[in-house]
């Protein structure tokens, strides 16, 4: 007997999470359910989001390892102007993309499906600050170190002055000694979550004259 693949779920029938405060408050949408895809605990989302306050609005927000989406989904809830979500599984790329026409924003999300390194250094914005958000698999922060210690200071280097990038983590790894910059970190166990406001105006400054 011919073998039949296994039926993908309906959206209906997928898990769901909320939108937790901004124009979206209380919506709801979906993800996977899949143990590889991590959602980020609503509580620790929203102590993130505390953190922004409203440095989100205005931001285009770059979600390097989108997984469900709810990062930048959350930040466009909160006034962010548009969200590049950048997602190497393709069905969950495309889930992403139902979930921004289920929350009626889809004329501000642009998913690009592929491998985040490949695509992500090719992102360009120069028009308004990026609020860039890096929530991979733990472990990729001890198995893939290098590469993406290099596609964070990529971000650092060509983010324009008033950008933010968020980093969730767990205790394994650390910002300091990583990564320059002043970060502001907090534990919410087992997640890290790192950020770092990145102004550049001083360096647009001349020095002073003796």
Partial sequence: MPRHSPRRPALAELPTLRIIGGTKRGRSFHYSGDPRTRPMKDRVREAVFNLLGPSVKGTHVVDLFAGTGALGLEALSRGALHATFFERHFPTAKLIEQNAELLELTPQVTVTPGDTFHWASRFKDPARPWLIFCAPPYDMYLEQAETLQGLL?????????????????????????????EWRTRDYPPARISILRIDKSAEDTPPAEA
Avoid: C, K
């Avoid at 060509?158 to 968020?166: E, F, K, N, Y």
């Fill in 153 to 181: 200071l990529h971000f650092i280097a060509q983010a324009p002055t008033d950008s933010t990038l968020v980093i969730e983590s767990d205790e394994r790894w650390q910002t300091e000694g990583n990564l320059p910059g």
